[in-house]
């Protein structure tokens, strides 16, 4: 079993997925589960890893989500643990497997979240993440019309298994999301 690197990685998401959503996005929870595992003394890479390819089968294989990325990742040899993280981020949607480890339960939390902070920056004058903070969403989170396909009982049920609360959770997330704002779209006007 080898261990996949980020290039490999990334190839992997672009054989399965060319839309660029898609990949904005996948980059985007790479760089909050990069900055959760720098925060815990953890392997940035084999976290940011785990985030760039868990959404791997969603464009061409919507409704065997995360099933079919196990199918994937397990043809090509990744190890298990990876494996695992990635299925488990659709716990309770599209998987059974709870989330365990602190990263199985980040990558949980932080999935629907960037969505609804993406979506927030793209409404803000700036069209920016590296203006943002954690009211502008909060304010954006009680307006259950805004960005409704955002499941946002799942994020505070990774909330409560990270022991954060959304404030927290939310910062952090924007502070993971600023470090590639060029990448995902949201440096917007904004000078940096």
């Keep these: 079993m080898t261990v996949p690197t980020r290039d490999e990685a990334l190839a992997l998401l672009k ?41 791997l089968d969603y464009e061409k294989f919507p409704d065997r989500h995360c099933r079919k990325s196990e199918e994937i990742l397990r043809g090509r040899g990744w190890p298990d643990e990876y494996i695992r993280a990635v299925v488990s981020h659709g716990w309770g949607i599209c998987s059974d497997v709870e989330p365990q480890s602190y990263m199985e339960k980040a990558l949980f939390a932080i999935d629907e979240l960037t969505g609804l902070v993406t979506a927030t920056a ?11 903070d954690a009211k502008s969403v909060k304010k954006k989170w009680k307006d259950r019309g805004f960005s409704a396909g955002v499941d946002r009982s799942v994020i505070e ?24 704002a060029d990448d995902i779209g949201l440096r917007g006007n904004v000078s940096a």
């Design 15 to 55: 054989e399965y997925t060319s839309n660029d959503g898609l990949i904005r996005h996948a980059l985007a929870v790479e760089a909050v589960m990069r900055r959760f595992a720098r925060a815990r003394g953890e392997d940035q890479d084999k976290w940011g890893i785990i985030g760039l390819v868990h959404d």
């Design 122 to 132: 793209l409404v803000r004058p700036s069209k920016s993440v590296l203006d943002m």
């Design 157 to 180: 049920k990774g909330a409560a298994m990270l022991g954060m609360d959304l404030s927290e959770l939310i910062t952090e997330t924007i502070a993971g999301m600023r470090e590639v």
